[in-house]
């Protein structure tokens, strides 16, 4: 090791900070209007567009008002959207769910008739919106979710997305399994076009509560606890990536992605596919209430949270601020 060149004072790590330009040609991590997924809550309907109280920024759309919002989003250079339907019924077996004509669906046929391939269309598939009971899947007599007949509805529901129109469909139900049986039923009906992003490490988390009570989602009895990843669990949670990886996965997640940056970034070590992060609506709206109190500045608080999720790893942001930032970082 040459002493001159390790430790101070020959080595004085400011020096690349002085100077502005210096600054900005080493800085390591850049975030883009292009690494940002918008998400879309859909309701039946016609003429809604109502602003939801617990998700600042995020609004009930009905198909037909939709171009209120995307097409400002599209003028920010936001071009991928993830869509969350709210149905109209809801029975035990989910079957609202694979509807043709139900939110999603329309939405999807509504979107990529419009735009095409202007836009990236992700669809999340889940059943916890479209089931009375609230769970991601069907129960048994015993109230306990029922992995393997789960995965079949799944299929169905990933396939009415790709029929709709879905360039991309990310299930988020937590079932072992999920990616492999998604993947061999869009396969089985002709889409093997449609990517597949697994919500594959996605926590039992207390951070979704702005969410539920969006998509109207929250399980009747019980809680998520025996299909959501336990928080203490780091390494279980690259086991669950890495089997989604090898059930045909194209895109990884990690879900919550604020109090997950050490998930984020280990599994960015252990696969070469592409990652997302979700920043949940809890971590969202932790942002946006500490800044309404003064506790914090909105703007930078924001602007930092994010780019620690393309430091650590993530080339796909999920992110309910997701046309503020593009406002953001055109206009600095
Ligand atoms: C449904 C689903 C949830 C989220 C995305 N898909 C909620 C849950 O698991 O309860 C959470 C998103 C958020 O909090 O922003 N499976
Ligand atoms: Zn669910």
Request: proline share 4%; hydrophobic share 40%.
């Amino acid at each position: 090791m040459n002493d001159m060149r390790c430790g101070f004072p020959a080595n004085r790590l400011r020096r690349l900070r002085g100077n502005p330009v210096l600054a900005d040609s080493v800085r390591e991590t850049i975030l883009t209007v292009q690494n940002l997924m918008m998400p879309l809550f859909i309701v039946e309907g016609k003429g809604i567009r109502e602003p939801l109280a617990s998700l600042d920024g995020v609004d009930h759309l009905s198909v037909d008002r939709l171009e209120e919002v995307v097409d400002p989003a599209l003028e920010l250079g936001v071009r991928s959207f993830l869509l969350f339907g709210l149905p109209g019924k809801k029975d035990g077996r989910g079957s609202s769910g694979s509807d043709q004509d139900g939110p999603v669906q329309r939405a999807l046929r509504h979107m990529s008739s419009g735009y095409g391939n202007q836009v990236l269309l992700a669809s999340d598939v889940c059943m916890c919106q479209y089931t009375d009971h609230g769970h991601c899947g069907i129960l048994k007599e015993d109230g306990s979710v029922d992995n393997d007949s789960t995965l079949k509805r799944l299929g169905e529901i990933a396939v009415s997305h790709g029929r709709a129109g879905a360039h991309m469909v990310a299930p988020s139900a937590m079932m072992d399994g999920q990616v492999g049986a998604i993947r061999s039923a869009l396969d089985r009906s002709g889409f093997e076009g449609v990517s597949v992003m697994g919500y594959s490490a996605k926590f039992h988390s207390a951070m979704y509560g702005p969410f539920r009570e969006a998509a109207n989602s929250a399980p009747g009895k019980g809680d998520r606890s025996t299909y959501q990843m336990d928080p203490a669990n780091g390494r279980e949670a690259i086991r669950e990536a890495l089997q989604d990886e090898q059930e045909g996965a194209d895109l990884l997640m990690v879900k919550p992605s604020l109090l997950y940056l050490d998930v984020l970034a280990n599994l960015r070590r252990e696969t070469l596919l592409p990652l997302a992060a979700y920043m949940v609506s809890g971590e969202y709206m932790m942002l946006r209430h500490g800044a309404r109190a003064g506790a914090i500045d909105g703007k930078r608080s924001m602007m930092e949270a994010h780019l620690a999720l393309k430091r650590a790893g993530a080339d796909i942001i999920i992110t309910y601020g997701a046309r503020e930032i593009a406002r953001w970082l055109s206009q600095p």
